[in-house]
């Protein structure tokens, strides 16, 4: 009971100071370079500082890391279990049997628009972005090393397709969470994020092709073709050894629980290792755990392979750790009630300007937790649910906000466990980010539906558009 009475609620001034402040430690520590581990880390310290000045019992604040962790353990060991897959799939010649025939087939001038078209692809028929990344994706930046194309500009037309197949999947975990939340049927979700994602789609596609025919025109014939002998002098290159990744979405097709699909892929790449490479077992299982490494005495392609392996997502990792733990402890602070209620909600007075608040809310919830797309989804909703029930707006508006702005973030925070997930997968810095176009689009969509009444419905299921927004 003391500790209930000693506890404090905080103010509207506390919960803003406290916002700034946390999001200023994070943002003055990663630009003075130091590592986002740590970074994040100091995030954790102002966040215990905060609920240590509410008075909040640490028992209580402990009790929620535990869940959140809980909760975030799944995907965790899909994390482990990526690096594995990556480390196995060099080896075996899976990569380099998409690298090599995607450089014989793909021209420079596509290929930033078709890695955004085929990651878009693989995250629809698999329901993950992070698996789309570390297959399709990791090809693309293969192929893109050797054309004169910017590889972040690449890898922004990457995260731009997974993310958008991601949305969009009837499989994904955020477009289930997002649909079952709000308690709107799942092909009612998705038939409304089609509003805000098609056009946004379209627009970014336009985008990665103008930006590929500018880049992608000149290419180094004399390095393609050097980087292919490579790959063949030290690989056997077939065809057969692209099926782990067909696999990997057909297991997801046929709804197969993804670490039971990757545990399939690794063991299926493993033998494929042994039959087609000649690889030892041990050494096969050293290349799952450290990363695969080899040196073909061609130096633009030992980067290209030397990587994947549990070792490479320890960072990762420890980041995902250490950014639950900080969600977890700002979510018992309820500073973020607070920001919604106090700051948030009192500017809303239409439909427009709710959606706007919306995604704002689902953009601070993101870079508050390091990028939690699930706790952005959960609490938004439970903030905003009301709200919308009393402005007479469908809940289907609600639930595609969600993903607009709550899921797409996800890897455009620096800090955040996806973009370390992408730079570590694809060996590049976060530079990528202002290339992400397809994720600033959609939102902006979001507003002209909103504005428009276009793709808007009332709580009857009426359309809105006829109506002033």
């Known amino acids: 009971m003391e500790n209930t009475k000693s506890r404090k609620q905080p103010s509207t001034v506390f919960a803003v100071v406290s916002f700034i402040a946390i999001v200023a430690v994070l943002i003055i520590m990663i630009n003075l370079g130091v590592n986002t581990t740590l970074s994040v880390f100091a995030g954790v310290i102002m966040a215990v500082i905060v609920t240590a000045l509410l008075g909040i019992p640490w028992k209580e604040t402990e009790k929620n890391i535990i869940s ?13 279990m990526v690096g594995m897959l990556v480390g196995i799939w060099m080896a075996s010649g899976t990569v380099p049997s998409l690298m090599y025939y995607g450089m014989q087939i793909i021209s420079p001038k596509i290929l930033v628009p078709l890695a955004f078209v ?4 693989t995250s629809e028929f698999t329901g993950t972005s992070f698996g789309s990344v570390a297959t399709m994706g990791l090809a693309m930046v293969g192929i893109a090393s050797t054309t004169s194309i910017p590889i972040p500009l690449v890898v922004g037309a990457i995260v731009s397709g997974a993310w958008l197949g991601d949305k969009m999947s009837p499989l994904s975990d955020t477009t289930n969470l997002a649909s079952g939340v709000s308690k709107v049927g799942l ?16 627009v970014a596609l336009i985008l990665f092709t103008i930006a590929g025919l500018h880049y992608g025109g000149n290419m180094d014939t004399a390095q393609q073709q050097l980087i292919m002998n490579t790959l063949a002098d030290n690989f056997h290159i077939s065809l057969i050894l692209i099926l782990p990744c067909i696999l990997v979405i057909l297991i997801s097709v046929f709804r197969l629980p993804s670490l039971l ?15 087609f490479q000649g690889v030892g077992f041990v050494q096969l299982m050293d290349y799952a755990f450290n990363g695969f490494s080899i040196k073909t005495g061609v130096a633009i392609v030992d980067p290209m392979l030397n990587r994947g392996g549990v070792l490479s997502m320890s960072e990762l990792l420890v980041t995902f750790m250490i950014a639950s733990v900080m969600g977890a402890i700002i979510t018992t602070s309820g500073i973020l009630d607070v920001l919604a209620k106090n700051v948030l909600l009192k500017f809303i007075k239409n439909k427009s300007i709710l959606v706007l608040v919306t995604l704002i809310y689902c953009y601070i919830v993101n870079f508050l937790t390091a990028g939690g797309q699930t706790v952005a989804i959960i609490v938004t909703e439970q903030t905003f649910e009301t709200t919308y029930k009393d402005m007479n707006i469908s809940r289907r508006v609600l639930s595609r906000t969600l993903e607009d702005a709550g899921t797409l973030s996800a890897p455009i925070v620096p800090w955040g466990v996806a973009t370390i997930y992408v730079m570590g997968v694809l060996g590049c810095s976060n530079a990528y980010i202002p290339y992400a176009w397809f994720i600033f689009i959609v939102p902006i969509f979001s507003m002209v539906c909103a504005i428009t009444g276009i793709g808007m419905w009332d709580a009857d299921e009426k359309p809105l558009r006829t109506k002033k927004a």
């Open 68 to 80: 959140v962790a809980a909760d975030c353990m799944p995907t965790f060991l899909i994390v482990i």
């Open 118 to 121: 085929l990651c878009g692809l």
């Open 187 to 202: 092909y009612d979700h998705i038939h409304s994020m089609m509003y805000t994602t098609l056009p946004a789609g379209i």
């Open 261 to 275: 699909g990757m545990g399939l892929a690794v063991v299926i790449s493993t033998i494929f290792g042994l039959v």
